[in-house]
C-alpha cells in the first residue's frame, strides 16, 4: 500500500525561484492537506482541500498556492520563494468530516530556499 | 498564547521506563484528542485518539483527556528505545472545518 506519497523529497532554490510539491494518495480520501514542520512550531497547515476542485487557506497561506484537478493529486505552489519558506513540508489526508481525526501523512519533502 | 502547548524536551529515560507526555490547550470547542509519533525523517503516523474526556488503552500506551482542566497525557509502560521519536500531541473541534491543530512535539529518547 502507497499511502500518501510525496514527490521531491529534497529540493534546493534560490531565493525567487518557482516550484511545485506533488502529493498523490491511494486510499480515495475526500480531504487533503498540506502542513509545514518548524523547529518548535510543530505542524502548521498551509492550505487544505474537502474534495476535486475545492481548496482553501489554513493558518500559514501566504506564498503558497495549491490546486486539486483530481481526487487523488493535491499540488502546492511556491512561486516566489523566500529563506522564510525553508521547512519540511508534509502533506497529508483523511476521509472526510467523521474521520478527520485520522489524518495519514506523507514522508515529508525537506526545501531549502538560499 | 498558542492553542496548544507541549514541552519540546528532549526527555530522555531508561529503557523500561514510565514515561508521561503531556498537553494543555485553551479551545473548549476541541472534542477530538490524538497522539501522533514520529520517527527522524519520516511523516507522523497516528499512534492513539479520543474522542471526549477518558481514558483510552492501546498494548503500552494509555491516552488520558481532561476536559475540565484541559489536560491531555500519553502513558507509555515499559518504555523500549524502539519508542525513541517524537510524539505530537493533535486536537479537533467539531465546528470550525475539521482541522486538526498540532502541539510543537516532545522529543522521547529510551535509552537501552
Known amino acids: 500500500n502507497a499511502g500518501v506519497t510525496q514527490t521531491p523529497k529534497f529540493r534546493v532554490l534560490k531565493t525567487g525561484q518557482s516550484m511545485t510539491l506533488l502529493c498523490a494518495q491511494d486510499m480515495n480520501h475526500e480531504y487533503m492537506y498540506w502542513y509545514r514542520q518548524d523547529p518548535g512550531m510543530g505542524l502548521r497547515l498551509i492550505h487544505y482541500?474537502?474534495?476535486?476542485?475545492?481548496?482553501a487557506k489554513g493558518e500559514v497561506p501566504d506564498g503558497y498556492n495549491v490546486s486539486r484537478l483530481k481526487k487523488q493529486n493535491f499540488l502546492l505552489g511556491l512561486e516566489s520563494a523566500a529563506p522564510s519558506q525553508t521547512s519540511v513540508y508534509f502533506c497529508?489526508?483523511?476521509?472526510?468530516?467523521?474521520?478527520?481525526?485520522?489524518?495519514?501523512f506523507g514522508s515529508g519533502t525537506q526545501l531549502s530556499v538560499l | 498564547q498558542k492553542e496548544v502547548e507541549q514541552d519540546p524536551g528532549p526527555l530522555s529515560v531508561p529503557e523500561g521506563a514510565i514515561v508521561s507526555l503531556n498537553c494543555t490547550y485553551s479551545n473548549s470547542a476541541f472534542q477530538y484528542f490524538m497522539w501522533y509519533r514520529q520517527y527522524s525523517r519520516k511523516g507522523p503516523e497516528l499512534l492513539m485518539y479520543t474522542y471526549s474526556s477518558g481514558n483510552k488503552e492501546d498494548g503500552r500506551f494509555t491516552a488520558q483527556v481532561d476536559k475540565s482542566s484541559k489536560y491531555i497525557s500519553l502513558f507509555i509502560r515499559d518504555s523500549q528505545p524502539s519508542d525513541s521519536a517524537t510524539y505530537l500531541c493533535a486536537m479537533m473541534a467539531i465546528t470550525g472545518g475539521f482541522k486538526t491543530i498540532f502541539g510543537a512535539g516532545t522529543r522521547l529518547f529510551v535509552k537501552a
Open positions: 482541500s474537502v474534495g476535486e476542485g475545492t481548496t
Open positions: 497529508a489526508s483523511s476521509s472526510g468530516q467523521s474521520g478527520n481525526e485520522k489524518l495519514f
